[in-house]
């Protein structure tokens, strides 16, 4: 396995952020498309895949679980080239500082990636909440499962941050988590094989995920598929969960009790704690390199 030296693994994470921001705006919103449905597929995997396990090994092996599944999404957007909005967190400014490409096309690609990711998401969501969450009788009516109870849980609670300090905890959370993704962005580009960038992203992912940090893009699937699997909860299903806790699931909350919060630590997350420190801390090497 090829391995490149940190200061080159930064010139390279610029040079790829250099490349994207001069990507056309509609391919930016195909490419978030994309990952944002990837991104979709991992958390319905770790939807299904932790499903019961809590109640059975314990909370620690639920995340565990989760986690360990979660990562695919990113795996295959690295490796296919999709465009990701937390990714470009940190790639982006790296190639401001680097290649001094304007902060007007930094934003502009933010925007467009952010857009493709949320519509590739919510598409994603709805074939979970219309497919494998649901069951269909005969007469074409719906029952929520197992599968889509455990969707409700996680939907439920993603909007349970509330008050500033619930805001607080969802801000720092998505601080925690965008550190690893983009340290996991980076350990894919310090290797050049398929085996080593999967492993590469796999830890990290893996650790963020188990541990209970927010991703605005993961949870673009997330809570639209509680949103879209509320309607078909029974009487007794809305009475189980508790009918206080399944009215928070909506598309307001979405955004102002997470989606808004977690975005702006990711690019904290993303821009300070891996592309700033990064930059300084190799400036002088990467100049050299120039």
Same mark, same amino acid.
């Given at each position: 396995?090829?391995?490149?030296?940190?200061?080159?693994?930064?010139?390279?994470?610029?040079?790829?952020? +250099?490349? +994207?921001?001069?990507? *056309?705006?509609?391919?930016?919103?195909?490419?978030?498309?994309?990952?944002?449905?990837?991104?979709?597929?991992?958390?319905?995997?770790?939807? /299904?895949?932790?499903?019961? /396990?809590?109640?059975?090994?314990?909370?620690?092996?639920?995340?565990?679980?989760?986690?360990?599944?979660?990562?695919?999404?990113?795996?295959?957007?690295?490796?296919?080239?999709?465009?990701?909005?937390?990714?470009?967190?940190?790639?982006?400014?790296?190639?401001?500082?680097?290649?001094?490409?304007?902060?007007?096309?930094?934003?502009?690609?933010?925007?467009?990636?952010?857009?493709?990711?949320?519509?590739?998401?919510?598409?994603?969501?709805?074939?979970?909440?219309?497919?494998?969450?649901?069951?269909?009788?005969?007469?074409?009516?719906?029952?929520?499962?197992?599968?889509?109870?455990?969707?409700?849980?996680?939907?439920?609670? +993603?909007?349970?941050?509330?008050?500033?300090?619930?805001?607080?905890?969802?801000?720092? +959370?998505?601080?925690?988590?965008?550190?690893?993704?983009?340290?996991?962005?980076?350990?894919?580009?310090?290797?050049?094989?398929?085996?080593?960038?999967?492993?590469?992203?796999?830890?990290?992912?893996?650790?963020?995920?188990?541990?209970?940090? *927010?991703?605005?893009?993961?949870?673009?699937?997330?809570?639209?598929?509680?949103?879209?699997?509320?309607?078909?909860?029974?009487?007794?299903?809305?009475?189980?969960?508790?009918?206080?806790?399944?009215?928070?699931?909506?598309?307001?909350?979405?955004?102002?009790?997470?989606?808004?919060?977690?975005?702006?630590?990711?690019?904290?997350?993303?821009?300070?704690?891996?592309?700033?420190?990064?930059?300084?801390?190799?400036?002088? *090497?990467?100049?050299?390199? *120039?």
């Amino acid at each position: 396995m090829v391995f490149h030296p940190p200061v080159q693994i930064i010139a390279k994470g610029a040079g790829a952020g +250099k490349y +994207k921001v001069g990507l *056309e705006w509609w391919n930016m919103v195909l490419r978030g498309f994309m990952s944002g449905a990837y991104i979709a597929m991992g958390g319905a995997l770790a939807t /299904v895949c932790s499903t019961a /396990v809590a109640d059975n090994l314990g909370a620690g092996m639920g995340q565990l679980i989760l986690g360990a599944v979660f990562p695919v999404g990113l795996i295959i957007t690295v490796l296919t080239g999709a465009e990701l909005f937390t990714g470009d967190a940190m790639l982006a400014p790296l190639a401001a500082f680097i290649h001094k490409i304007s902060w007007m096309s930094v934003m502009n690609l933010w925007i467009w990636v952010y857009i493709g990711n949320f519509i590739g998401s919510v598409f994603y969501a709805y074939i979970m909440a219309n497919g494998p969450f649901v069951s269909w009788n005969a007469a074409g009516l719906a029952t929520v499962n197992a599968f889509g109870l455990r969707a409700m849980g996680i939907g439920i609670a +993603k909007v349970s941050y509330v008050g500033m300090v619930g805001m607080w905890s969802a801000f720092l +959370k998505g601080v925690g988590c965008n550190w690893l993704v983009n340290l996991a962005i980076l350990l894919g580009i310090c290797a050049d094989d398929a085996v080593g960038k999967f492993f590469g992203i796999w830890f990290p992912i893996m650790a963020f995920v188990s541990t209970g940090f *927010e991703h605005c893009v993961a949870n673009m699937y997330f809570i639209p598929a509680a949103i879209m699997t509320r309607g078909y909860l029974s009487d007794a299903q809305i009475a189980n969960l508790t009918p206080a806790k399944v009215e928070t699931v909506n598309w307001v909350t979405a955004w102002t009790a997470n989606l808004i919060p977690v975005t702006i630590g990711n690019i904290v997350g993303g821009l300070l704690f891996v592309g700033v420190i990064y930059w300084i801390a190799f400036k002088k *090497e990467i100049e050299a390199l *120039e």
